[in-house]
């Protein structure tokens, strides 16, 4: 009864300086730009089931006309022929996905607390220095990095994938601006409890920049999804199933239906992350008031 | 000696600071900094990836600077791509955010995930190879012969005029990025009440209440965005590899980025890469510098 009440309360303050004809014509905007946006989920699913002939049909239609699981069909029997159990490549992007992002985002958000609420010596630096290696183009440092692996001895290991990952300078930088914005008060107050400091981090200021992790999760996960370890893992039963499909799909005509397929899968995973990310999102927020 | 002596006081005292950045930063030295300096350092040498590096000195900034006509090309291209999808990419990441903000519920995250579809999708390229198409058959042909805005077909990504206006609309079609979600987190942090106390304080309507309640309490969002909008319009090279080719007709698809991975994974000359990274991280902090000056001002 209580939560409903306040849920019509809000519901009032999101009204507060809104005319009709402001709300239509930007709604009319939005529902243009979507459909140009939405072409790509669009095209995926339906080529995904799109018989073989449609598929090769030229000139392309993006809209199937006899769908049919034919592709998954292919998919299921190319992935029981491969060099290793597939579910063994499933496993492996478990653990290299999971541990990078979780890793990623505990690290990140640890660092990121003291950078944005405590005052120390070298703060600026340290900050400064994320910052600015995130604009460094990646493509040259690749090199260095992998000799750096190698002398680090996790070389074909799932550490050398994750540890890096742990690391990426974005999400430093994306919990350190949340977290700015956290009343100093709600800090001190806690600390006049008693409370140490790790403590504050994990059961205040976390729990008040859940749409800052929540992003900054999704953005791991693409990144650790889309990551399909061939520059350091050699081993077969290393690789993750990005590694696995994208083999499937390097054959060519003759795998096209099945290749589709991949692609739908490889689309669907990180949309199904992000689609329960982004909800929680607003769960969180519809419940507390925060910040006052 | 007074000074050095409460430094060391004070760095004794942030104890748990330390403790707290520890993980991050060791991680960070090892996997981005070293890499980062090994890279500067491999600028000025002649750098094979099979032989070991040999110090040469400035003489691929040299080269760069004076004999590379195609650098030329490729740093100009950057800069027309930086300055017009940079800034506009990130209105409109604002602009779809507060939009968005508008919605409740499920319909927000379906229309964020509609928005974000771009970038979450790997294969989004695709579907503009389709619409570009040189033949009739592309859409894009299709369209304009069939409202006889043309008479034949147009070889879009084989025309050097076309070939970085329509790489931009591409850009901009996939702006919708890290940048986007960031500003729909720090939008539902935005404390409410200070919408209360801003429409009491005489504030009429939505976009002034943008401007002086909305950015200003998402300033730290504001900055974050800007830096990633840097970094994405400056190094610009996927779409213009895979609509354009690469090389591109006469270089009119040509990057920095696209310059360097020439040199990087065709030509094998890390050294001259390295110098090419040097150079364009040195025009992002640039940037940088000069938007975070502009983002200091808003809502004044």
Redesign the interface.
């Known amino acids: 009864m209580k939560t409903k009440r306040r849920f019509r309360l809000r519901l009032g303050r999101r009204k507060l300086n809104r005319s009709a004809a402001g709300n239509s014509l930007l709604f009319a905007l939005m529902a243009v730009c979507a459909v140009f946006m939405a072409l790509p989920l669009v095209m995926i699913a339906n080529n995904a089931f799109k018989p073989l002939d449609e598929i090769f049909q030229y000139p392309p239609k993006i809209f199937v006309r006899n769908p049919s699981l034919d592709n998954f069909v292919s998919l299921f029997a190319v992935m029981n022929d491969s060099w290793v159990p597939f579910s063994r490549y499933i496993l492996n992007t478990l653990i290299i996905t999971g541990l990078g992002t979780v890793g990623h985002v505990i690290c990140a958000s640890l660092a990121a607390y003291p950078l944005a609420k405590h005052d120390f010596p070298g703060k600026k630096f340290l900050f400064n220095m994320v910052v600015l290696s995130i604009m460094f183009s990646w493509t040259v440092t690749q090199i260095p990095n992998y000799m750096i692996i190698s002398w680090l001895h996790i070389n074909n290991t799932y550490l050398a994938l994750i540890l890096p990952a742990w690391s990426f300078g974005l999400g430093l930088y994306l919990m350190k601006q949340f977290m700015e914005q956290l009343p100093m008060s709600l800090i001190e107050s806690a600390r006049l409890d008693g409370a140490k400091e790790f403590r504050i981090f994990w059961s205040i200021c976390m729990p008040n920049v859940k749409p800052a992790w929540l992003t900054l999760a999704i953005f791991q996960f693409q990144q650790m999804w889309g990551n399909t370890g061939s520059l350091f893992l050699r081993s077969e039963s290393l690789k993750p199933m990005q590694y696995a499909l994208q083999q499937i799909t390097a054959g060519g005509a003759a795998r096209a239906g099945a290749a589709a397929a991949v692609a739908f899968v490889i689309a669907l995973i990180p949309i199904v992350f992000f689609f329960v990310c982004q909800s929680s999102i607003l769960e969180t927020m519809a419940q507390s008031g925060m910040k006052e | 000696m007074k000074n050095s002596y409460s430094?060391k006081a004070?760095?004794a005292?942030?104890k748990?600071?330390?403790a707290?950045?520890a993980?991050?930063?060791i991680?960070?030295f090892?996997?981005?900094?070293?890499?980062?300096v090994?890279?500067v350092f491999?600028s000025f040498t002649y750098f094979n990836?099979l032989e070991a590096p040999r110090f040469i000195g400035w003489a691929n900034y040299a080269k760069l600077a004076l004999e590379d006509d195609i650098f030329l090309i490729a740093f100009k291209n950057t800069l027309i791509f930086a300055v017009i999808t940079g800034p506009v990419s990130y209105f409109l990441c604002l602009l779809?955010a507060w939009?968005?903000n508008?919605f409740?519920?499920?319909t927000?995250?379906?229309?964020?995930?509609?928005?974000?579809?771009?970038s979450?999708?790997?294969?989004?390229f695709?579907?503009w190879t389709?619409i570009l198409?040189g033949?009739r058959?592309g859409y894009l042909n299709g369209f304009l012969l069939r409202w006889g805005f043309i008479n034949n077909a147009v070889l879009w990504m084989q025309t050097e005029g076309y070939v970085l206006p329509v790489l931009i609309v591409v850009q901009l079609?996939l702006s919708?990025g890290?940048g986007f979600?960031?500003f729909?987190?720090?939008l539902?942090?935005v404390?409410?009440?200070l919408?209360?106390a801003a429409?009491v304080d005489g504030?009429?309507?939505?976009w002034?209440?943008l401007w002086f309640v909305t950015l200003p309490?998402m300033k730290?969002?504001l900055?974050?965005g800007a830096?990633?909008q840097?970094?994405q319009s400056f190094?610009i090279s996927d779409i213009s590899i895979q609509l354009a080719g690469n090389p591109s007709v006469n270089y009119s698809g040509a990057t920095i980025?696209t310059h360097?991975?020439d040199y990087?994974?065709i030509r094998f000359d890390?050294g001259y890469?390295?110098a090419?990274?040097t150079v364009?991280?040195l025009l992002?902090?640039g940037s940088?510098k000069l938007v975070q000056r502009v983002l200091r001002r808003v809502g004044e």
């Open positions: 430094l004070r760095m005292a942030s748990a600071s330390y707290m950045l993980p991050y930063f991680l960070f090892f996997f981005t900094v070293l890499p980062v090994a890279s491999l990836m779809f939009i968005i508008e409740k519920g499920k927000r995250a379906l229309l964020t995930l509609v928005f974000y579809a771009p979450i999708c790997g294969q989004a695709l579907v389709i198409s033949d058959y079609w919708l890290t979600l960031a729909i987190a720090g539902q942090t404390d409410p009440t919408y209360e429409a504030i009429k309507n939505r002034q209440e309490a730290p969002q900055m974050f830096v990633m840097i970094t190094a980025v360097l991975l990087s994974t890390m890469a390295s090419i990274a364009l991280f992002m902090v940088n």
